[in-house]
């Protein structure tokens, strides 16, 4: 797939005219998806997708296009130029970009992982041995992605691996679950075996006679899964430059310094040493950012594009200001000590569907989902039917946070719209003085 | 339009396959995205994207290979993945669909005024920065943003039992959005953007009401920040469509998909409270709630006349004075159930299969009008425009805020007031319908973006709606 982009940078290169600059950003995949249901599959197939997007650049104007690519690098290529017509009659319809700023160093990267995925048949036989007798239901998703990026400054970026992420829950016949995710770049049949049998030994609390709680504020645990839906919260503009300027962020207060968080609590956008690619869509090479050390704002996040608007310095932030690598520090909770620290509350494994109540005021509201248990004196008593929090961040992570954990969980995205994520997080669990249940 | 159907079909009768059924899904997209930004416009963004789904079905396994190599060569090789993998999963598979009924049908469905020409770039440019430009000069006034998405799709869909049927649509998206600030709250204000879209042309600008509403939508804004918080406690409801549709989307459209309630989607989009057997017997609403599945009002987003997978469409009520009548399922969730269902089939691109989706999902008007409405209140509050939504993977417990809140006192409407937010229980909250607004008050919505499925698809619903009347709702407000 290299050889194919580095055919059409070339092509698009020499079609250029004098005065007129590219970047040309590059996608790719060969997936296979299987979903499954009652553990057997339920549908099956393969999507093998490229597309690339064309910026043109002229006289302080740019435009760009995305083009799916067929594969066949003459037929791309031809469609490449009618791109590249279409947005040469475009730009002098346009005002001049006074917020237009290109990275023009000729930086190189390249990251290349070929480690060979698992057959699927020997997935299926596996499955069918370990959880054949239970309720599962999820997917398995599998296969290289590619992303590439060039422009006709000279810079070249290449990023391909191969990966997989198994994501499913196992139900107990009363309708009570456990979420499990195996997912990775290097496949173990043992480690997923392993990961399996742990999900089915989670099962057996889920039989106990259900606990039902009223509204009120509880004493709570949020493991890395749950901690991820709030982090995904405020990956939603919370650290966005062009959110913060203009009143969109829920981190407004923070990043004024009317408001901080526990001192326990850091977030970092560490891009070095995850699974996503060291450059973002919009070119640039993509930076560590401390987001917030100690409880208080440091930078934000900023795309070339902000940095122009508001005066700013960017920092290889993607065009959205979003994280691809959201990093919290951990805390000195160990793992063992979870239940026993937590003495009487929710043990809460996975939060779902969140959204902003008060989204100035940090306040976000959601549910309880998958495996959540009811704990008294460090025993687990029972699982808890679906429970609507509605909580502000600067209480949650501020002054209701009593520790975060020693361990932290790696968290690869599942996300699939549009084409398979490589996003991750990387985040311990908390533990929560008070968790205002409402509903 | 079309303009590729004859090469299809000829490719389509050269491939060779040993397999009982196949098809093709041909889908050919184009997008255009113009926004203007305080008063700065954003480069524009075009795509084009093409390719084909190859789905076959062998001893009744079926499995798909997507491809966007569309040479005699790439869709042979495509059918021929799909049927090698429906051969190795065949063993491990759940569903037997050796006798599930095989669609024949031909047919071409178009948009309405899909050959009417529209404004060209630049005048599509000038519309948006003379409305960015009339927003008046405040400095609350922090942000604001005038967009318009245009979007062309034609699908094809060829099987090997002679099904032709095609479609071309063109959908339109125009938005606009002011948010103000006051340094500690923010309030925004907005018109179309995700709670608005329609197929056809450019009449759907009227429709929306984008030109010169940007001062209306300004101010607006602004009297938010100056308003009080929603008061606490239970008040009359009185929804506006444009929150109407998201209350129905989500309490409704997603409890009724069959693909749910067949435990499909139990890993990432949930369950439903809705059982198989409630079908013909569970009071969902009151008495004066009747739902459809109508794919007949040509300018709303899921118009068809055919689904995904070739079943035809047309209007159903789902529920009818109340009564829960029909689940939102596919010919597929038909198969699997034994249920009647609906033509809702649907896959957001060449890329995806089909599944259980929302399409057109409407709630018929009532006879009262809005100020009957009102009147009809002694103690309420009015909501419009949706800005938040959270609800349990059940699609019972749910809270939705809204960006406008009007108080409602003895029958007449009162002060604004900001972050209007409510919470209630899907299985109950239809019961306390009290009032169904009239067509005056009925508004063709709808959004592009409903998130579903896995691999994860997103795809384009419409829904139409009245005001309409709840009885005593948990309402409350923000922090600030």
């Known amino acids: 797939m290299k050889h194919a982009f580095e055919t059409l940078v070339g092509d698009v290169r020499k079609a250029l005219q004098t005065g007129e600059q590219f970047t040309l950003g590059y996608s790719a995949e060969q997936s296979q998806f299987v979903r499954f249901n009652h553990a057997k599959v339920r549908q099956a197939g393969t999507v093998n997708q490229a597309g690339a997007q064309l910026r043109l650049i002229r006289d302080g104007r740019q435009a760009e296009q995305q083009v799916t690519l067929s594969g066949d690098t003459q037929l791309d290529s031809q469609r490449l130029f009618t791109a590249l017509e279409q947005l040469r009659q475009t730009l002098p319809l346009l005002a001049v970009d006074p917020y237009l700023r290109l990275d023009e160093s000729a930086w190189h990267s390249h990251s290349q992982q070929e480690q060979p995925l698992p057959e699927l048949s020997d997935v299926l036989t596996l499955l069918e041995r370990e959880a054949g007798d239970l309720d599962l239901v999820g997917i398995y998703a599998a296969g290289p992605i590619c992303r590439g990026f060039a422009s006709s400054f000279g810079a070249f970026g290449w990023h391909q691996a191969n990966s997989f992420n198994f994501d499913w829950s196992l139900f107990h016949e009363n309708g009570e679950a456990v979420k499990a995710n195996y997912a990775g770049q290097v496949w173990s049949a043992d480690d997923f075996t392993a990961r399996l049998r742990q999900a089915r030994e989670q099962l057996g609390f889920l039989g106990r006679p259900a606990v039902t709680l009223k509204p009120g504020s509880y004493r709570a645990y949020l493991a890395p899964a749950a901690m991820d839906e709030i982090a995904g919260m405020l990956c939603w503009g919370g650290f966005s430059a062009q959110a913060l300027a203009t009143g969109n962020s829920a981190l407004q207060r923070l990043y004024n310094g009317d408001a901080r968080l526990s001192p326990l609590v850091s977030f970092t956008e560490q891009v070095s040493g995850s699974l996503s690619p060291a450059f973002s869509d919009e070119g640039s090479p993509r930076l560590d950012v401390p987001l917030i050390q100690q409880g208080e704002a440091r930078q934000r996040l900023i795309s070339a594009r902000s940095a122009a608007e508001f005066e700013l310095l960017a920092n290889g932030a993607d065009s959205y200001e979003s994280p691809c690598a959201l990093s919290l520090a951990a805390g000195s909770l160990p793992s063992e000590q979870i239940l026993e620290r937590l003495g009487t509350g929710l043990y809460i494994s996975n939060l779902w569907y969140l959204n902003y109540s008060d989204l100035p005021a940090a306040r976000m509201t959601g549910l309880t989902r998958f495996a959540t248990f009811w704990v008294e004196n460090g025993q687990i008593q029972g699982p808890v039917s679906t429970m609507r929090f509605d909580d502000s961040l600067y209480s949650l992570l501020g002054s209701q946070l009593e520790d975060l954990t020693l361990e932290r969980e790696m968290i690869l995205s599942t996300s699939t719209y549009g084409q398979r994520s490589t996003g991750s997080s990387h985040l311990p669990g908390a533990l929560v003085k008070g968790l205002t249940l409402t509903l | ?480």
Not at chain 2, 344 to 370: F, K, V, Y
Request: aromatic share 8%.
């Open chain 2, 1 to 480: 339009m079309f303009d590729t159907s004859a090469l299809l079909r000829q490719r389509f009768a050269a491939l060779r396959s040993t397999a009982e059924l196949f098809s093709l899904r041909h889908v050919k997209q184009s997008h255009q995205a113009l926004s203007v930004r305080r008063n700065v416009a954003e480069p524009p963004f075009f795509s084009q994207d093409e390719g084909a789904m190859l789905t076959v079905r062998v001893s009744g396994v079926e499995a798909y290979a997507a491809t966007a190599d569309l040479s005699q060569a790439g869709l042979q090789r495509a059918l021929e993945q799909a049927e090698a993998l429906a051969r190795q999963i065949a063993r491990y598979n759940l569903l037997d669909l050796r006798e599930q009924p095989v669609t024949s049908a031909r047919h071409d469905h178009i948009s309405p005024n899909f050959d009417q020409p529209v404004p060209n770039l630049a005048d599509c440019l000038g519309l948006l920065a003379a409305e960015s430009a009339s927003v008046p000069k405040d400095s609350r006034l922090v942000d604001w943003q005038a967009s318009l998405g245009l979007s062309l799709v034609e699908q094809t869909y060829l099987n090997s039992a002679g099904a032709e049927l095609r479609h071309a649509q063109r959908f339109l998206f125009p938005g606009l959005g002011v948010t103000a600030s006051d340094g500690q709250d923010s309030q925004s204000r907005s018109l179309g953007r995700d709670n608005f879209g329609q197929q056809g042309g450019f009449e759907i600008i009227e429709r929306c009401g984008l030109v010169g509403a940007a001062r209306r939508v300004a101010d607006e804004a602004l009297q938010l920040l100056l308003a009080p918080n929603t008061p606490s406690g239970p008040r009359d409801l009185l929804l506006m469509p444009d929150q109407m549709m998201l209350q129905i989307h989500e309490s409704i459209g997603h409890p009724l998909e069959m693909d749910r309630i067949l435990g499909d989607e139990r890993n990432y989009a949930g369950t439903s409270f809705v059982k198989a057997g409630d079908f013909g017997h569970l009071q969902y609403g009151s008495a004066l709630l009747n739902v459809t599945f109508d794919p007949t009002i040509g300018e709303e987003l899921a118009s068809y006349s055919f689904d995904d997978d070739g079943t035809p469409a047309s209007k159903q009520f789902l529920i009818r004075d109340g009564l829960l009548l029909r689940p939102l399922g596919g010919a597929l969730s038909q198969f699997r159930s034994g249920l009647d269902g609906v033509a809702n089939s649907r896959a957001c691109g060449w890329n995806r299969a089909p599944i259980d989706r929302m399409a057109n999902l409407n709630i018929e008007p009532g006879g009262q009008s809005l100020d009957q409405l009102v009147k009809g209140i002694e103690h309420g509050i009015l909501m419009r425009t949706n800005r938040s939504w959270s609800i349990d993977d059940a699609r019972n417990k749910f809270q939705f805020g809204c960006e406008w809140g009007q108080l409602i006192e003895n029958g007449e409407l009162k002060g604004i007031v900001k972050n209007p937010n409510y919470r209630g229980i899907s299985a109950q909250f239809w019961r306390n319908l009290a009032a169904v607004g009239d067509s005056s008050t009925f508004q063709v919505l709808g959004t592009p973006n409903c998130g579903k499925g896995e691999p994860n698809q997103v795809v384009r619903v419409g829904h139409a709606s009245p005001a309409c009347v709840f009885r005593q709702i948990d309402v409350f407000g923000g922090d600030a």
